[in-house]
């Protein structure tokens, strides 16, 4: 496979993997984002939570996870779909600078409590989630 091609790949990838992302975001976010009106202030704190950001960086974590274990165990690990696949889609699909900013968003609003907990599962369960897309596809 040529450089332009592969480059093209990357950009195609990383393009569908954007459009992906935009997808499972809003299918989380909108219900998500529903604030009953006789809200209390802990359900109302519990839905600043910035959940589809979670969903998404989980789901491409544990797609991550699979991507490289499957090019380690059963195919080549230099191939360029590995790179088309890992870095041009996963990377267009995953949003750890969204995550990052919307912590500082709540900490700037006062809510620390949550950005506390956001900082914390946007770390530890994407990589738990790698951890197990790994183990799964060397099981296969």
Aim: glycine content about 8%; aromatic content about 10%; proline content about 4%.
């Amino acid at each position: 496979m040529t450089s332009f091609l592969i480059g093209a790949l990357l950009c195609l990838m990383g393009g569908l993997g954007a459009v992906t992302r935009f997808v499972l975001d809003t299918a989380v976010k909108q219900p998500w984002s529903r604030i009953p009106d006789n809200a209390d202030e802990r359900t109302a704190a519990i839905h600043a939570f910035p959940l589809s950001t979670l969903v998404v960086n989980i789901a491409a974590s544990l797609l991550a996870g699979i991507v490289a274990a499957a090019f380690v165990y059963h195919g080549d690990p230099a191939s360029p779909w590995r790179l088309v696949l890992a870095t041009g889609f996963l990377g267009g699909f995953s949003t750890f600078s969204t995550a990052i900013n919307e912590s500082v968003t709540l900490l700037r609003k006062g809510k620390s409590a949550v950005a506390a907990a956001n900082i914390v599962l946007e770390y530890v369960v994407p990589l738990l989630c790698v951890a197990l897309g790994w183990w799964l596809a060397a099981a296969l």
